[in-house]
C-alpha cells in the first residue's frame, strides 16, 4: 500500500486547525451552555423554596382551621374574630 508523501503534513495541519476551532468555537459555547445550565438549576431551586415555603404557610392555616374545627369551646366566635383580624403572612 502506497502512501503519498503530503499525506503526513496534511494530517498534521489538519490536527492543528482542529484543535484551534475547537479552542476558540466549541470550548466557549460548552462553556455558556454550563452556565444556563447552572442559572436554570438556580432558578429552579429558589422557585422550589418558594413553594416550600408557600406549603408551610397553607399548613400553618389548615392547622388553625382544623383547631378551630374540633374546638368545643364558647371563646370559638372570639377565636374566629381573632384571625380575621390576624395578618397573613
Known amino acids: 500500500m502506497d502512501f503519498n508523501p503530503l499525506l503526513i503534513p496534511l494530517l498534521g495541519v489538519s490536527c492543528g486547525v482542529l484543535a484551534v476551532i475547537g479552542g ?5 459555547w460548552i462553556a455558556l451552555k454550563q452556565r444556563k445550565l447552572e442559572l436554570e438549576a438556580q432558578m429552579v431551586a429558589e422557585k422550589a423554596a418558594q413553594y416550600a415555603a408557600h406549603t408551610d404557610r397553607l399548613e400553618q392555616r389548615v392547622a388553625v382551621l382544623e383547631r378551630i374545627l374540633t374546638d368545643r369551646s364558647t371563646q370559638l366566635g372570639d377565636e374566629i374574630e381573632r384571625l380575621r383580624d390576624a395578618p397573613i403572612n
Open 24 to 28: 476558540v468555537f466549541i470550548k466557549p
